[in-house]
């Protein structure tokens, strides 16, 4: 099963992730995961990656591409994966058509208000990747991951000025990228303005609508 996640900065994509890597055991694979990493290792790709990512802008599409076809070549990725953060343009989109066959494509619908809320108080984790919000899904411990207990931190581009541009360049790529995958009859859109947990169960709300549109694929 091979599934992109499309989604606006802050849509919830990385957090459905997580959830579903588990449902599905199949890997989550995100290309500013990646780039992240490569800027923690500082390799060569790291560096002239950043520069880009800390101001909210893409990163050369030849960068990209390398990183996330040698992410696509390991053992887990042979039966699926969950790609988030590619393609982000339809250009983009054309080449990925050629690596691998898609079988669907889910998109989450969220208004810039929502975004900048939610982005505000996202915490990541340094071990394993999960995603917390100080306001709406704080941590048991403040600053300490629940799963793996390793140090949670904050993007350095998640400031107001970068999450706006972030969201302005997704508003104006996303048109060609539907349409391009409405043709092929695999989009699937799920709105993704409320909440993303429940408080009382802390089941992810939309949840139920996702499995239940995966399993018709
Ligand atoms: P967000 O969706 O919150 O902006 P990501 O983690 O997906 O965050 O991406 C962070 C940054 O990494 C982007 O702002 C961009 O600079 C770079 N990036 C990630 N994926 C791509 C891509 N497919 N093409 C170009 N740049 C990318
Ligand atoms: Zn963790």
Do not use: W
Not at 120 to 139: A, D, Q, T, V
């Amino acid at each position: 099963m091979k599934i992109i996640l499309l989604g606006a900065p802050g849509a919830g994509k990385g957090v459905y992730a997580s959830r579903l890597k588990k449902t599905y055991g199949i890997p989550h694979i995100s290309t500013g995961d990646l780039l992240r990493k490569a800027i923690r290792d500082k390799t060569e790709t790291g560096l002239n990656a950043k520069t880009y990512m800390d101001n909210g802008e893409f990163v050369p599409d030849e960068i990209i591409i390398d990183l996330l076809k040698e992410r696509l070549e390991q053992e887990d990725a042979q039966n699926g994966m969950l790609l988030d953060g590619f393609p982000r343009t339809i250009e983009q989109a054309k080449i990925l058509d050629e690596i691998i066959k898609i079988s669907a494509v889910l998109k989450f619908d969220t208004k810039q208000e929502v975004v900048l809320r939610r982005l505000g108080g996202r915490l990541i984790c340094k071990g394993c990747g999960e995603i917390f919000n100080s306001h709406k899904l704080p941590p048991k411990q403040e600053g300490i991951c629940d799963h793996c207990e390793e140090e949670l931190y904050q993007r350095s581009d998640d400031t107001e000025e970068t999450i706006t541009k972030r969201f302005k360049t997704y508003e104006d790529q996303i048109n060609p990228l539907e349409e391009h995958y409405k043709n092929k009859d695999i989009l699937y859109s799920i709105d993704s303005n409320t909440d993303l947990i429940c408080p009382e169960c802390t089941v992810l709300n939309e949840c139920k609508k996702i499995l239940d549109t995966i399993s018709k694929i």
